[in-house]
């Protein structure tokens, strides 16, 4: 009888040896695809999170009546996440006596991993995009902005948002370049643009586009912001937009 049970305890054990054999193995082919997935979808999930957090600074600046910014760590800053990659979000608190002063808003909805993984914002432009400007890859603002906003990076200025809940237009350009990529460099790396209409508060993700795109918006005089979201690495030719337009058209 004990002879038995040993012979059915030792076929259990190898049982559950070759289960966790296999699940190992499983588990080494399926892990390295799944962290894949999760960094692929990094850099579109970060601009879905900027796209929310901007919207909800709109919200907050009319529901207070009292203006916001958002901006991004300057050189030796740290974010209130202790790093220097996630947004800070600002308040005037004090327009009368104290106009201009900032101070940092703590509230749970503007503290958080609004970035995910590497994802960093390079680039802040402020105004309309238009094809020239892209053209040009000019990121120069008006003079009277520029003396406003003397004391931040002209790479990534800060987006001021009225009472009213308006600002200007603007791009926020995010990649997962390494840190010492300079913006003119930043082509080469997948980057998404996260474009806000500032009187509508809409937004975008919208890749950037190839030169021979923007030669196609300029010939045939057709803005270079989408109206919605394009990730997609396929090129944007006439047909295409015709198609997305009429995309726009049903939804």
């Known amino acids: 009888m004990s002879s038995q049970w040993a012979r059915i305890r030792a076929?259990?054990?190898?049982?559950?040896?070759?289960?966790v054999g296999l699940l190992v193995v499983i588990a080494g082919l399926a892990i390295p695809t799944f962290v894949r997935e999760?960094?692929?979808e990094e850099l579109p999930g970060s601009g879905e999170q900027l796209r929310s957090l901007v919207s909800l600074?709109?919200?907050?600046?009319?529901?207070?009546?009292?203006?916001?910014?958002?901006?991004?760590?300057?050189e030796d800053e740290k974010d209130l996440l202790g790093g220097d990659r996630q947004p800070i979000i600002e308040r005037e608190d004090d327009p009368m006596n104290a106009p201009e002063v900032f101070n940092l808003v703590t509230a749970p909805w503007a503290v958080g991993n609004t970035l995910l993984g590497s994802v960093w914002c390079a680039e802040v432009r402020l105004g309309k995009p238009t094809v020239e400007e892209l053209q040009a890859r000019r990121s120069a603002i008006e003079d009277q902005l520029e003396e406003q906003m003397q004391d931040f990076e002209p790479e990534r200025l800060p987006l001021e948002v009225e009472i009213d809940g308006t600002s200007?237009?603007?791009?926020?350009?995010?990649?997962?370049a390494p840190r010492d990529v300079e913006v003119?460099?930043?082509?080469?790396?997948?980057?998404?643009?996260?474009?806000?209409?500032?009187?509508?508060g809409l937004a975008w993700l919208q890749r950037p586009l190839y030169d021979e795109e923007l030669d196609l918006f300029?010939?045939?005089?057709w803005p270079c912001v989408l109206g919605q979201d394009y990730?997609?690495?396929?090129?944007?030719?006439?047909?295409?937009?015709?198609?997305l337009r009429e995309f726009q058209i049903e939804e």
């Open 38 to 40: 999760i960094r692929r």
């Open 11 to 19: 076929y259990t054990l190898v049982e559950a040896v070759l289960v």
């Open 57 to 74: 600074m709109r919200a907050h600046a009319a529901l207070d009546g009292k203006r916001y910014r958002i901006r991004f760590p300057m």
């Open 184 to 200: 003119e460099e930043l082509e080469k790396h997948p980057t998404i643009e996260v474009i806000v209409d500032g009187e509508t």
């Open 231 to 243: 990730t997609s690495v396929e090129e944007i030719t006439e047909d295409r937009v015709l198609e």
């Open 218 to 221: 300029e010939q045939k005089g």
């Open 168 to 176: 200007q237009w603007a791009t926020f350009v995010l990649t997962e």
